[in-house]
C-alpha cells in the first residue's frame, strides 16, 4: 500500500511491485475476491493523479509555531503515543458514537496523525463489521472494517481495526480509528477536525499540525 523511497518514482515501480505482491499472497493488500482487488486499485488513484510530486523540500514544509507539529518530523515505520488529556468526541449526525480521553495517536511521516479510540469508549450499539474487504498494512497487520448506522445514517466502511496488530503496534489492539471525510465529523479538544485529502489514509488534521500532507494529487510516494 506505501512504497518507501524518497523523490519522483516512475509509475511502473509500482504497477510491477503490486503485480509481484498480489500474485504472491492474497493477503497483501485487499484480501478475497477480484472485486476487492479492483476496489483496491482504486483507492490510491487520486494521489497519482497529477503526475506524481517530489517530497517537499524543507523550504517548502510548513514550519511549525510553538504548541505544534510538522508531520516530516514523524517517524517511519510509524509510532502511536497516548494523547492523554485530549478529549476526542466522534459523531454521526445527532448521535455520539465515541468520546474519550484515553485516545491514542498513530503518527508516520507526512500523514496527520490517525486518532485510535478504545473500544470501552465506543458506543459499539452503532458498529456493524462490513463484509466489503480487508486490508493489510505492512507495519501494522490486517484490518477490519466497519459499517456506523446511526441516526438513520449508515455511512459504509468508515471505520477500521487490526484484531491481531503486530508486535510492535500492540498499543492498538481492541482500539478503533475512523474516517472523517464520509459523514462523520470529529472534534478534539472542541474543535472540529478535518479529514486527510482522498479516500485512501485516515488522518485526521487538527490546529497543532503542519504539513504539506501525504493524500493529495501527485503524493502517492511521499
Known amino acids: 500500500q506505501r512504497m518507501p523511497g524518497v523523490g519522483r ?3 511502473i515501480t509500482f504497477l510491477v511491485a503490486a503485480s509481484l505482491v498480489a500474485a504472491r499472497s492474497p493477503s497483501c493488500g485487499i484480501a478475497a475476491s477480484t472485486r476487492d482487488m479492483n476496489v483496491f486499485a482504486q483507492f490510491p488513484k487520486h494521489m497519482s493523479s497529477g503526475g506524481f510530486l517530489p517530497h517537499p523540500s524543507k523550504e517548502d514544509r510548513v514550519k511549525p509555531k510553538e ?3 510538522s ?5 517511519r515505520p510509524p509510532v502511536c503515543k497516548e494523547a492523554k488529556g485530549r478529549k476526542v468526541v466522534l459523531k454521526l449526525g445527532n448521535k455520539v458514537i465515541a468520546e474519550t480521553e484515553r485516545a491514542w495517536r498513530m503518527m508516520e511521516t507526512s500523514h496527520p496523525p490517525t486518532w485510535y479510540i478504545p473500544k470501552e469508549d465506543i458506543n459499539m450499539k452503532y458498529l456493524k463489521p462490513s463484509q466489503a474487504m480487508q486490508t493489510t498494512c505492512e507495519f501494522k497487520g490486517q484490518a477490519m ?3 456506523v448506522e446511526a441516526d438513520g445514517k449508515t455511512v459504509k466502511m468508515t471505520g ?3 484484531p491481531r496488530p503486530a508486535d510492535d503496534q500492540k498499543q492498538i489492539k481492541d482500539k478503533f480509528a475512523f474516517y472523517i471525510n464520509r459523514g462523520l465529523e470529529a472534534w478534539v479538544d472542541g474543535k472540529k477536525a478535518k479529514p486527510q485529502e482522498g ?3 485516515g488522518g485526521w488534521i487538527t490546529a497543532d499540525v503542519v504539513g504539506p500532507f501525504k493524500g493529495g494529487p501527485g503524493t ?3
Do not use: C, L, T
Not at 508531520?71 to 517517524?75: A, G, K, L, M, R
Open 9 to 11: 518514482q516512475p509509475p
Open 67 to 69: 504548541g505544534q507539529e
Open 71 to 75: 508531520v516530516w518530523d514523524y517517524p
Open 145 to 147: 472494517y466497519y459499517d
Open 160 to 162: 477500521w481495526s487490526y
Open 199 to 201: 479516500d485512501f489514509y
Open 220 to 222: 502517492r510516494f511521499w
